[in-house]
């Protein structure tokens, strides 16, 4: 059974609704119906972006939350978006060298730097635009009604949202009704290796007969997904404008089920930690971020006030939404885990030798 024909005829999409919800039924982690549903699309966009090769040429990394889950199961968490970051010299048409040279030459001033970013982003819009293009050719040929990639307004080619005919609802909606492709064009496209991804759905052996995508990947390299983490929480953490609390919780818990696992040690991941605070320094400039304070040993990971009290509320949010395999801490509990980590890590920083970008 091929269930994306299915979905090409209206009249089955009632089977394939109490498909989704006998899977739930009967799902080892009990994952909810409309997470099922949503991830065998999630699986099949990454199938044609790697195994189809519709990202064309260019080096991209799978990274963020979902590559988190799908790729290592080090987060016990349904995450839905597609993080991805194309390789910026590529992107640029460059050789590593040649894009080198005119990126340090834009960290001599302002306007230079801005210029840089300003080409950069143009290129990204170019290049994304063209990924829906041949997105929306490809979904022609499923012959399903809905099915379309759209390149959000405003968003300087960095989001694309993917729509499918979705056949279930759940009472606690928590996911958005459609998938969201993040691209980045000021970022590291490697390295990265390639791990086989399946979907969820593919754990039920009653529905062992049902043919379900499958996606090569190429994920981002384990200390640089870790870091580009840890940043995030520092960002989000200090920034001069109150972050958007909407689904943002997530990020804290991510952090919580790296710094449990094996998957980066903060303490010897040095090459990965100073590339990511060079190029969030001067590629991605956020206001109130000082991003070198981590190198210094002053790493802020847990917001305070007002902030902390509307995360905290996204995180029982996503618990109410069944976003989760399995219950996880509450945020008190996974807060104090990151603060002792930001304690010792600060110290450690403190003894060591100075560190500073290369």
Not at 36 to 50: A, F, P
Not at 76 to 97: G, K, M, P
Not at 248 to 264: E, G, T
Not at 301 to 317: F, M, N, Q, S
Request: hydrophobic fraction near 35%; glycine fraction near 4%; include cysteine.
């Amino acid at each position: 059974m091929n269930l994306f024909e299915l979905y090409a005829e209206p009249s089955h999409h009632q089977e394939l609704s109490e498909l989704f919800n006998y899977g739930a039924s009967q799902h080892p982690a009990g994952l909810a119906a409309n997470f099922l549903e949503k991830d065998i699309w999630v699986t099949e966009v990454l199938r044609l972006l790697y195994d189809e090769q519709l990202l064309g040429a260019k080096s991209v990394a799978f990274k963020g939350g979902t590559a988190l889950s799908k790729c290592w199961q080090v987060i016990q968490r349904f995450s839905e978006d597609i993080d991805l970051s194309v390789h910026w010299a590529e992107l640029s048409n460059l050789t590593e060298e040649q894009e080198r040279d005119v990126w340090l030459q834009s960290t001599k001033n302002g306007s230079q730097a801005r210029k840089f970013r300003e080409k950069q982003q143009q290129c990204l819009l170019e290049w994304t635009e063209q990924l829906v293009e041949r997105l929306n050719q490809r979904f022609a040929t499923y012959q399903i009604d809905g099915l379309k990639a759209v390149l959000e307004p405003d968003s300087y080619g960095e989001k694309v949202d993917i729509h499918y005919p979705r056949v279930t609802k759940s009472t606690k909606d928590y996911q958005l009704d459609h998938i969201l492709l993040e691209f980045g064009g000021r970022n590291r496209g490697k390295p990265t290796k390639t791990i086989l991804t399946s979907c969820y759905l593919g754990d039920v052996t009653e529905l062992a007969e049902i043919s379900l995508p499958r996606a090569n990947v190429q994920a981002y390299d384990n200390d640089f997904i870790f870091w580009e983490k840890i940043s995030a929480l520092h960002q989000f953490s200090s920034q001069t404008n109150e972050p958007n609390p909407d689904r943002l919780a997530r990020h804290w818990y991510d952090v919580a089920c790296l710094l449990c696992s094996n998957f980066a040690d903060a303490f010897d991941s040095n090459e990965a930690m100073q590339a990511v605070v060079e190029m969030k320094k001067h590629r991605w400039p956020v206001p109130g971020v000082d991003y070198e304070a981590i190198l210094r040993g002053q790493l802020s990971i847990v917001p305070k006030g007002t902030r902390l009290e509307t995360i905290a509320a996204d995180h029982k949010a996503a618990v109410a939404g069944q976003m989760f395999f399995t219950p996880p801490d509450s945020f008190e509990q996974i807060i104090q885990q990151l603060a002792d980590f930001q304690q010792q890590f600060n110290q450690y920083m403190r003894l060591s030798p100075s560190i500073t970008p290369s």
